[in-house]
């Protein structure tokens, strides 16, 4: 059977300046009413809630991406920063889960910074992949990818996604 899986890239260019400040993790204003699942943070809930709640109630997955690079008098992890916040926000109102941060990326010419980290297209692409495909083997049928650094980072991101997208993606992985 070919599981298709629906992809997204909200490719987002950051123009925000973070000025040492904590994200909160605070759900929306305004929402007293019960939530379907304990929290919307995938490595915060036991196998038993997830379960329970994907897919027959939560359907959606939101990945934030991004890396670690220089952002002159801002955090290095601004590019993580942003996206997980972006997450935590939209969760709820999009029946979503949110799947852990990943936090390094394809940082290219800011690596020789001091506290950047750079990591491969040849090392990222199958890493991304294999998270993908993990995605939607635990049942989530929609994969939105908040994509806090651009660079080829994006285009790698996006070109993964088509992969995984794609039902003969999903046969060939099924074979292996």
Not at 40 to 46: G, Q, T
Not at 101 to 129: C, H, N, W
Not at 145 to 162: P, R
Request: no cysteine; glycine share 6%.
């Amino acid at each position: 059977m070919k599981k298709v899986v629906t992809l997204l890239i909200a490719l987002i260019t950051l123009q925000i300046f973070v000025s040492g400040q904590t994200v909160k993790k605070a759900q929306p204003p305004n929402q007293t009413a019960k939530d379907t699942v304990s929290t919307r943070e995938m490595d915060r809930i036991n196998w038993m809630e997830f379960r329970e709640v994907v897919p027959s109630k939560i359907k959606t997955v939101l990945l934030p991406t991004g890396t670690l690079e220089p952002h002159g008098v801002i955090n290095n992890g601004a590019d993580n920063t942003a996206p997980t916040a972006m997450a935590q926000q939209i969760a709820r109102r999009t029946n979503a889960m949110i799947a852990p941060t990943l936090p390094y990326g394809i940082t290219g010419s800011m690596s020789d910074y001091p506290g950047a980290f750079q990591i491969t297209e040849a090392a990222y692409r199958p890493f991304v992949k294999q998270i993908l495909e993990g995605l939607a083997k635990n049942n989530f049928r929609n994969i939105i990818i908040l994509n806090g650094h651009g660079s080829s980072q994006t285009a790698v991101l996006q070109s993964v996604a088509a992969e995984v997208a794609t039902p003969a993606s999903s046969s060939r992985s099924a074979a292996q």
